[in-house]
């Protein structure tokens, strides 16, 4: 499922945008759900417990500034995929700042919303095949993770920033902060289960109230509002 937050004042614009992502929902045989963002202070309140895979900002906002918004996502989500909308073009040299992914000009034409999304689900697909290297906090050596083996990636202490990252070769330990690893959310097969907990839904074997089992017999916290929409995931994610 594709995720993608709507930061914008005008209705109007909002209602094209969101035409717009359904059209390309249906037409790629995607799952899109979108979020309508009013209050640029709901967003960052959000946006420090859930993971979003796009955002759209619009720059002028009545009582903020969407770049300053920016800034603040991506101090806290460094993988965020931010696209700035504006009817000003000019303002696309002070964006670059925040290193977004694209400027759309409004209104909002469905071919340059077409291209930009196909180029961010063909990078996504690219990354998700990559591997990770992180650096064991016993001797700091570097590990390399191949992704599809990563079972499941836990904030184990966080004063610490400590992470525990579950595999199919074992258990390794790292420092760092959770966020860095929200790309990861773009491959349907992970899903943030908790706030502390990202998971591959390809290990999990079976979904309790609260907490869910890895195919290894770990039990993992569940977010009880999150638990509907995994088990959906849960369903549609093919096993291999």
Sequence with gaps: MLSAWIIENDKKDYQNLKQNLLQYAFLRNLDIKTKWIKDPTQLLTISRSQSTQIYFIDIQLDHANGIDIAKSLRAKQANARIIFVSAFPDY????????????????IAYKELQMVLDRLLTDSKKRNNKELIIRSIDDGSRILLKISNIKAIMLVNSDKRLLKFITTDGEYYAHGRLEKYDFLLDNKSFYQSYRNTIVNLNYVKKIFETSLLLDDQQELPLAKARRKEMLREFILTDKE
Excluded at 92 to 107: I, M, N
């Design 92 to 107: 696309v040299f002070d964006t670059f700042v925040v290193h977004p992914e694209y400027f759309l000009r409004k209104p």
